[in-house]
């Protein structure tokens, strides 16, 4: 306690004048095409995306996919997937998640200017499901996509939900001589499934 | 870490005695900062993003006690507990405070340039806890025990084969191995076992939103993430000047961090942190650590607006030709030689001077800080309260007697052209004179550049 005292003190020591904060409603550049600049940029930082009608056709459509597939423990967010069999409520202890090998979720927006998705823990038991699979899949609407990142953060919302990550992308790192490695802790891959009619 | 004073001139000779070397890390960091403009032109709107930004930070700036109180109050009422800390020892202390109440022995801890400051590290394996760092180039360096060279590329300054050999022998891979895809790989198997077992982990925090009491952290390599999503305890470090005032204030400074530091568009991962998972604990640590007095400081408060996104470092042509370890402190580069000196101005007298003034570093600047016009102030103000070296002190003054004084300077002037090239090169060219290591002095003409004006305008 005296800590903070001491600091708040120092800090308030000599007032200083305050400068006026900018507002942010301000003419802020959209893509002509939301959709199509969010596939390129998903590509961009390493990603795949795939457009599909519906969900059904997004269902349809995992066999395809090489780590689905390829997948011994599938754990999905997402109603219908038909390899699942690691659910997230029957899981006490996050660790037990190491062996993923592909988690399916659901985004709630996408943005076009970096190829993110908004992820969230709501509803989520262990939020670890997005970070510790070998490759994730994501179930988005194509008409959630924004265009920018002041137009995301007018969608974010804390109320419900205490962690939120905005992903771009397989994880990765070039930490070694500028080299581009794919996979560093989090996921190997990121497919992104995009359905055109959104979740109809 | 070495103590005493700091010599960036000597350091920086030693970097550059290996000439190959210093070419290629030279190179390695120009590779950055081409990606780095490629990523800035392709938005229309950056200029206004830089303004933006600066005029926030500012804005936060100038009021900072009331924005603290205010995060405080909206993350306790989420539920974590907030630590206020005066400076690095009191950090460590608070921190190891958390640990041991935990009965943690085992750490797993993401980038965080603040605990690099406060030296976190080696204070709690002296108290018997294990820490591993675990950013890739963060556990190289720290594999090879020494301190990160760049705040966002700790390990620019080593080579693959090098990384190649501090795996060989920690990790077990195989001998000569170069392959980056194959190192990378290697680690991630043996920090994900280090993942698994640990207690606890530690974060930086790249903003903090003071109206939602929450912060967010970015990384690549998703190391933040799984470090605390596993362990039931999270202890997030940041300095005071981490605050900003709307969670929408985040759509600037996420859309100018990741483009200026590497030219991604956005990190891999932003994550949004607001109060402790179910059933775990989340404590956040403010540390002040001569931040306080910076914000109370005309002239050098802008530098808190700081991001750290590195880009001044890449394009700075001493920090590529020189190498972060020459700056021996945890933030290297043109920022570095701002803040260094405000809080041990003796240490690191020589860092403003680390600098030609050459002005890129503020032009990259995503918060548009004026980083080469306070080089130029600390030179002053070091020189006002004596921290000079003697040779530096007494040329200036010299300069400042012959430069005041017309008659003086033409007959200065008149009698170095003739007298000069007289001179046996031992008293022209000799340790007192640091400018004559790397160059040779112009051959002198006979007549000045006044006396061939009048000349040529018959006056």
């Known amino acids: 306690m005296e800590s903070k005292q001491t600091i708040l003190q120092a800090l308030r020591f000599k007032r200083l004048d305050e400068q006026p904060a900018p507002s942010l409603q301000q003419n802020w550049v959209a893509t002509p095409n939301a959709i199509a600049t969010f596939e390129k940029m998903v590509a961009a930082v390493g990603g795949n995306c795939i457009r599909v009608r519906n969900m059904q056709d997004g269902l349809a459509k995992l066999p395809e996919l090489p780590c689905y597939a390829d997948a011994k423990k599938v754990c999905s967010l997402v109603e219908g997937v038909e390899k699942a069999n690691v659910f997230l409520d029957d899981i006490a202890d996050p660790h037990d998640l190491e062996d993923v090998d592909v988690a399916i979720v659901r985004g709630e927006f996408g943005v076009a200017e970096n190829g993110a998705v908004w992820l969230t823990d709501r509803g989520v038991k262990h939020r670890v499901i997005y970070f510790i699979p070998q490759h994730i899949i994501v179930l988005l609407d194509a008409d959630q996509i924004v265009h920018n990142m002041h137009q995301a953060y007018e969608r974010v919302g804390f109320e419900q939900a205490g962690f939120g990550v905005f992903l771009s992308g397989p994880s990765k790192t070039a930490d070694i001589e500028q080299s581009l490695v794919i996979g560093a802790h989090g996921a190997r891959s990121l497919h992104v499934l995009l359905l055109e009619n959104g979740g109809a | ?459």
């Open chain 2, 1 to 459: 870490m070495t103590h005493g004073v700091s010599d960036h001139p000597q350091k920086a000779a030693e970097f550059i005695s290996d000439s190959q070397r210093a070419h290629w890390h030279d190179g390695a960091l120009w590779f950055v900062r081409d990606k780095r403009d490629a990523a800035a032109r392709s938005v229309p709107e950056w200029e206004q993003l830089r303004e933006t930004a600066r005029q926030i930070k500012a804005h936060a700036l100038s009021r900072l006690p009331d924005y603290l109180e205010e995060f405080e109050r909206k993350a306790t009422a989420l539920g974590a507990q907030v630590h206020w800390a005066r400076d690095a020892q009191e950090h460590n202390e608070i921190v190891y405070g958390i640990l041991k109440a935990g009965g943690v022995q085992r750490v797993v801890k993401s980038k965080s340039m603040l605990t690099e400051e406060c030296h976190l590290n080696p204070f709690l394996e002296q108290h018997g806890i294990e820490v591993v760092d675990t950013d890739l180039g963060e556990r190289i360096v720290q594999l090879r025990q020494e301190p990160p060279s760049h705040i966002v590329l700790p390990a620019i300054h080593i080579k693959k084969e090098e990384v190649g050999e501090c795996f060989h022998e920690h990790l077990g891979t195989e001998a000569g191995a170069t392959d980056p895809a194959y190192l990378t790989e290697a680690a991630r198997q043996h920090l994900r076992e280090r993942f698994m077992q640990a207690d606890a982990g530690i974060t930086g925090v790249n903003f903090a939103i003071a109206e939602t009491g929450g912060f967010v952290v970015c990384t690549n390599e998703g190391n933040a993430d799984l470090g605390v999503s596993l362990p039931n305890l999270h202890i997030a470090c940041m300095g005071l000047e981490k605050i900003i005032p709307r969670a929408a204030d985040l759509g600037v400074f996420l859309r100018l961090l990741a483009r200026s530091a590497t030219g991604q568009p956005i990190t891999t991962y932003s994550s949004h942190f607001h109060g402790p998972r179910a059933g775990g604990a989340l404590h956040i640590v403010l540390v002040d650590n001569g931040r306080s007095a910076l914000q109370q400081s005309e002239e050098h408060q802008r530098a808190l607006s700081c991001i750290r996104c590195g880009a001044c470092l890449n394009t700075c042509p001493v920090y590529r030709r020189s190498g972060g370890h020459s700056y021996e402190t945890p933030v290297p580069g043109p920022i570095g030689s701002i803040l260094a000196p405000s809080r041990d101005p003796e240490k690191y007298a020589s860092l403003p001077f680390a600098c030609s003034l050459c002005g890129s570093c503020t032009d990259v600047c995503p918060v548009k800080i004026d980083i080469h016009h306070q080089l130029l102030t600390w030179r002053r103000e070091l020189a006002e309260s004596g921290h000079l070296d003697w040779k530096k002190r007494w040329s200036m003054r010299l300069a400042g007697v012959v430069l005041g004084r017309v008659w003086l300077y033409r007959f200065a002037g008149k009698a170095m052209r003739i007298v000069l090239p007289l001179l046996p090169r031992f008293l022209k060219y000799n340790p007192l004179n640091a400018w004559g290591k790397q160059r040779e002095l112009p051959p002198m003409p006979r007549k000045s550049f006044r006396e061939q004006y009048r000349r040529r305008h018959g006056k």
